[in-house]
């Protein structure tokens, strides 16, 4: 073979050869290369500056068509030599960009912060010092180790590998783990064939592993695959947004496009009209929808990192309001998940020290993935000298077993430990309390009630199991004619306060399933001791019997899905999810699969990494009522994006759907351009507020779900109302006051912004809006506008620039009139439509 000009292929060649191509050893790089390499090469993939960020959320804010149009339209009128509104209108367009902008650029800023928080480590070699660093920190040259539940952050070669499987569906599609071991391969080996390889974007299943970094960044073929194929998966909250979005914009183009045809009919000016057209059409566009949501997100996000609850991305908060059901292990959640050993007994039930030693020499050099079994093993007081550990068979999901071989210097021995079914189907003879050794089969019943004894007992079991061996070098395969030595005794008390916080979720209408692995017995012991009356449990053998269709239907009755295999949790919650919105909560490898297949995956802090990359949310602590919390921030996030929704398509659209109609029959224009935009100004203050507003206690006890049905009923009544009231006020001011066209644009200037604001106050609660308390920042912004509104027509300067008069202290009278008499009328009508209109809205 030749030697390569790049590192593409670098399955060809040995580790040897690499580590002296990247001039590293086998302690690994010095830091002071390491960090050379990093400068002179940038982090692993490239990323933009805070500049770029800032200056295309900027440009951003007016990329809409509409925004376009408008000033496209006022520039032109601009060289049409028709100058006065062009300064007014392109300043009120910038201060609305602005607005936007900054919001959004606060709410990044938040995401930035939870995504470094949540950021990828992983264990690297320097100077032949063990390290933990961020994965963006390593380079080519490296040296990492691995363990079960690692993903890998780069490209590597293997240097070394015990027992070692690696899940590579991300990148070949095969569900199965592949095993990987050192060696040389030809340069055309495929990729899915590539066994002395592992790839970044993949996580190691079972085993243990050193290896050589190769390619980082977006050299990796992970990074390459990014690149191509950047796409964000939509949640069915951003699909219903942007679809409702979609559907406003057609009636507000089509009614824009219809009135500006109209206009243009009856003689009036070319670009008065369509200034007026576009404006009317900004003005009833949902503009602040996208937004409103990025902002009422991130403002979540930030309130639910404050009760420890990290949200890796944004839009799956809308999600989390909508879960009714929550499945979870019990071990952290149910109960304390601080592993204490009760104790390590013989067949007989009795202490037994020998039994008591095995157990403590595997725990204590099992050296793959660490659990709260082998720590608390490794605290057991054993008066033995340490043996020498000469061979090890990690833990995996398929066996449930753990083998450690050592050389105790008078004999060699084989010791495993892990599920009793798996211990006791590879024994063939059982050590008695008395020392003798007799046949498995003859006590095989007994030892099997013992096991059913303690689980209904609750109290949690492994076994132990040893033979004498004569080779160094184990594998799984070795696993077979062992002698069975006895039980490791666990207890995991139930969680202080765990009932108070099931009884929490129960009251926001979230019901709770138990999914272990756990013996049958012991969970059913858990479940009635958290209160589950009369507790239904399925076990994993049962599910192998039952149809996926079912399934579907006998889910909804359990409540403890015992003895179940890794594989059978994404079975479960698929089957649920027909019936519910589920979260499941999971921190292990044998709980990827569920935490991927649920409406909500949830991780911890201290999960494995390929669990915590798989979830949507990681919990700073493993604690249920950490996320009782979290589901309260998802419903209000959800409520405060729903009233904007409720804003903009009832009062917003109805009042500029009014002036639209108004402009037909009017021989001038009810509001112009400048002053439309105005009113869409002053109104986004407060609207910006939305996202941080308080919500009842009442929107936060049901789960909220997305309705377009619900809320175009909304649109229709509340239009119609809205509309009804812009009518009053053009028969008012045209046939009672008989004003002239500069003050009917200022009474219908101040009316429309003055419902608009009074409406968020409405809107905003189901209840009588005097019995709900807004936020603060609303409430004084709001007052604001309403200060501001009501004095601009009275300030010279800036009335003459918009087009405003002063009105008759009487005309002032009659708008507030209509105003009130709004007021009283919709929040009538709001409460009897949410109680007509059942919704979980």
């Given at each position: 073979m030749q030697t390569p000009t790049q590192t593409n292929n670098f399955w060809q060649f040995d580790s040897k050869y690499w580590v002296q191509k990247l001039n590293s050893s086998l302690n690994g790089l010095s830091q002071k290369t390491a960090e050379d390499i990093l400068a002179n090469t940038g982090v692993s993939r490239k990323q933009k500056t805070h500049f770029e960020k800032d200056l295309f959320l900027f440009l951003g804010q007016f990329k809409s068509p509409l925004m376009l149009l408008l000033i496209g339209s006022v520039v032109l009128s601009a060289f049409l030599g028709d100058n006065s509104d062009v300064i007014i209108i392109l300043f009120i367009v910038l201060s609305t960009g602005l607005l936007s902008f900054f919001q959004?650029?606060?709410?990044?800023?938040?995401?930035?912060?939870?995504?470094?928080?949540?950021?990828?480590?992983?264990?690297?070699?320097?100077?032949?010092?063990?390290?933990?660093?961020?994965a963006n920190q390593i380079v080519s040259g490296d040296i990492l180790t691995f363990k079960a539940g690692d993903m890998i952050p780069a490209d590597c070669l293997l240097i070394e590998s015990n027992e070692l499987f690696a899940n590579e569906a991300s990148l070949t599609g095969e569900s199965y783990p592949v095993a990987k071991e050192i060696g040389i391969l030809d340069e055309k080996t495929e990729l899915a064939q590539r066994n002395n390889c592992i790839w970044e974007g993949t996580n190691i299943v079972s085993g243990t592993a050193k290896a050589l970094v190769i390619n980082t960044g977006d050299q990796t073929i992970f990074g390459s695959i990014v690149q191509s194929t950047?796409?964000?998966?939509?949640?069915?909250?951003?699909?219903?947004?942007?679809?409702?979005?979609?559907?406003?914009?057609?009636?507000?183009?089509?009614?824009?496009?219809?009135?500006?045809?109209?206009?243009?009919?009856?003689?009036?000016?070319?670009?008065?009209?369509?200034?007026?057209?576009?404006?009317?059409?900004?003005?009833?566009?949902?503009?602040?929808?996208?937004?409103?949501?990025?902002?009422?997100?991130?403002?979540?996000?930030?309130?639910?990192?404050?009760?420890?609850?990290?949200?890796?991305?944004?839009?799956?908060?809308?999600?989390?309001?909508?879960?009714?059901?929550?499945?979870?292990?019990?071990?952290?959640?149910?109960?304390?998940?601080?592993?204490?050993?009760?104790?390590?007994?013989?067949?007989?039930?009795?202490?037994?020290?020998?039994?008591?030693?095995?157990?403590?020499?595997?725990?204590?050099?099992?050296?793959?993935?660490?659990?709260?079994?082998?720590?608390?093993?490794?605290k057991l007081s054993i008066s033995n000298a340490l043996p020498e550990k000469i061979g090890e068979v990690p833990y995996d999901f398929i066996r449930k077993r753990l083998s450690i071989a050592v050389d105790t210097a008078s004999e060699k021995m084989l010791i495993s430990k892990g599920a009793f079914i798996q211990i006791a189907e590879i024994c063939t003879q059982i050590k008695l309390s008395d020392g003798s050794i007799e046949s498995y089969e003859k006590h095989q019943n007994d030892i099997e009630a013992q096991f059913e004894n303690y689980g209904v007992n609750g109290i949690r079991v492994i076994a132990i199991c040893y033979k004498n061996i004569s080779q160094n070098a184990i594998q799984k395969e070795d696993e077979t004619a062992m002698t069975f030595a006895g039980f490791v005794l666990l207890s995991d008390p139930i969680k202080v306060g765990i009932i108070d916080t099931i009884n929490d979720l129960k009251r926001l209408n979230v019901g709770l399933k138990i999914i272990t692995g756990d013996n049958r017995n012991v969970a059913k012991s858990i479940g009635i001791s958290i209160g589950i009356e009369n507790p239904i449990v399925i076990s994993g053998k049962e599910l192998f019997d039952i149809s996926q269709i079912a399934l579907e239907q006998k889910v909804k009755h359990t409540h403890i899905f015992a003895e179940i295999e890794p594989q059978q949790k994404g079975r479960i919650i698929e089957a649920l999810r027909k019936s519910f919105t589920v979260a499941y909560m999971g921190d292990g490898i044998n709980d990827v699969s569920a935490i991927n297949v649920a409406d909500i995956g949830i991780s911890v802090e201290n999960a494995v990494d390929v669990a915590r990359e798989a979830a949507d949310f990681v919990l700073m602590e493993k604690d249920l009522s950490v996320l009782v919390d979290g589901i309260k921030e998802g419903r209000k996030t959800f409520a405060n994006t729903l009233k904007y929704i409720f804003i903009n398509t009832g009062s917003t659209f109805g009042n500029m759907?009014?002036?639209?109609?108004?402009?037909?029959?009017?021989?001038?224009?009810?509001?112009?351009?400048?002053?439309?935009?105005?009113?869409?100004?002053?109104?986004?203050?407060?609207?910006?507020?939305?996202?941080?507003?308080?919500?009842?206690?009442?929107?936060?006890?049901?789960?909220?779900?997305?309705?377009?049905?619900?809320?175009?009923?909304?649109?229709?009544i509340f239009g119609i109302h809205s509309s009804l009231f812009d009518v009053l006020t053009f028969l008012t001011l045209l046939y009672v006051l008989k004003v002239k066209e500069a003050s009917f644009q200022t009474s219908w200037?101040?009316?429309?912004?003055?419902?608009?604001?009074?409406?968020?106050?409405?809107?905003?609660?189901?209840?009588?809006?005097?019995?709900?308390?807004?936020?603060?920042?609303?409430?004084?912004?709001?007052?604001?506008?309403?200060?501001?509104?009501?004095?601009?027509?009275?300030?010279?300067?800036?009335?003459?620039?918009?087009?405003?008069?002063?009105?008759?202290?009487?005309?002032?009278?009659?708008?507030?009139?209509?105003?009130?008499?709004?007021?009283?009328?919709?929040?009538?009508?709001?409460?009897?439509?949410?109680?007509?209109?059942?919704?979980?809205?």
């Open positions: 959004e650029r606060n709410a990044g800023r938040v995401v930035e912060k939870l995504q470094s928080m949540i950021a990828l480590k992983c264990t690297v070699v320097r100077e032949g010092i063990v390290h933990e660093i961020p950047n796409k964000n998966i939509e949640t069915s909250f951003e699909k219903g947004i942007r679809e409702f979005g979609y559907f406003l914009m057609k009636i507000t183009l089509i009614l824009s496009a219809f009135i500006l045809a109209v206009n243009l009919l009856n003689h009036k000016s070319v670009v008065e009209s369509a200034l007026f057209a576009l404006a009317l059409a900004v003005g009833m566009a949902p503009e602040l929808l996208p937004a409103i949501t990025t902002i009422a997100m991130s403002a979540g996000a930030k309130r639910m990192l404050a009760k420890k609850v990290i949200v890796k991305k944004l839009s799956s908060i809308q999600n989390l309001g909508e879960v009714n059901l929550l499945c979870t292990d019990k071990t952290g959640t149910i109960t304390e998940g601080a592993i204490n050993v009760k104790g390590v007994v013989d067949n007989s039930g009795e202490d037994n020290e020998f039994v008591k030693m095995l157990a403590f020499w595997n725990a204590k050099f099992e050296s793959g993935y660490a659990n709260p079994i082998d720590e608390a093993l490794k759907f009014s002036v639209a109609i108004a402009s037909l029959v009017l021989p001038f224009l009810p509001m112009l351009p400048k002053q439309i935009l105005l009113t869409n100004f002053i109104t986004d203050f407060p609207y910006l507020t939305i996202a941080s507003d308080n919500v009842d206690d009442e929107q936060l006890a049901k789960p909220g779900k997305w309705d377009l049905k619900f809320i175009r009923n909304y649109m229709v200037f101040v009316e429309s912004i003055l419902t608009e604001l009074f409406i968020l106050f409405i809107i905003r609660t189901h209840k009588n809006f005097f019995k709900s308390q807004p936020s603060k920042y609303l409430f004084i912004l709001s007052i604001l506008g309403f200060v501001l509104t009501v004095a601009l027509p009275y300030v010279p300067f800036v009335a003459n620039e918009v087009g405003l008069v002063p009105l008759p202290i009487f005309q002032l009278g009659a708008m507030l009139t209509i105003v009130t008499f709004y007021i009283i009328t919709a929040d009538l009508l709001k409460v009897w439509f949410f109680r007509k209109y059942r919704s979980d809205v």
